[in-house]
């Protein structure tokens, strides 16, 4: 069983930047497929980012160019650096994993098997 813990979550103006952590426990970490997802309320939840364990890496278009995701296998850490924010941005937002979800599949909330708790980002206008 893998557990996933997010942090760094908050309030912060358009414009600004956030780095939230999403710290691994219990599995191999290096073995897993890493996933950032976000749900506003009303709304689905959505990908955001993801990484896999050889380093290939998707974003939705929405944060392409704004958002950076990145992984520290020695520390069993995935980061999301989140700049330029923007209103539409505010949601809560998961950390997920999986070691056998194929990279094709990234995108899809419903092929991952851990998720965290959640942290909420809120971007003010």
């Known amino acids: 069983q893998v557990q996933l813990v997010e942090s760094g979550g908050g309030l912060v103006q358009a414009g600004g930047s956030l780095r939230l952590s999403c710290a691994a426990s219990?599995?191999?970490?290096?073995?897993?497929?890493m996933g950032w997802f976000r749900q506003a309320p009303g709304k689905e939840r959505e990908f955001v980012a993801g990484l896999s364990k050889s380093g290939g890496i998707r974003y939705a278009d929405s944060v392409k160019g704004r958002f950076t995701i990145s992984r520290d296998d020695a520390k069993n850490t995935v980061h999301l650096q989140m700049n330029s924010l923007k209103p539409e941005d505010t949601a809560v937002y998961y950390c997920?994993?999986?070691?056998?979800?194929?990279?094709?599949?990234?995108?899809?909330?419903?092929?991952?098997?851990?998720w965290g708790q959640g942290t909420q980002v809120t971007v003010s206008s």
């Open positions: 219990g599995g191999t970490f290096s073995s897993y497929l």
């Open positions: 997920a994993a999986d070691n056998r979800i194929s990279v094709v599949f990234m995108a899809l909330a419903n092929k991952y098997d851990y």
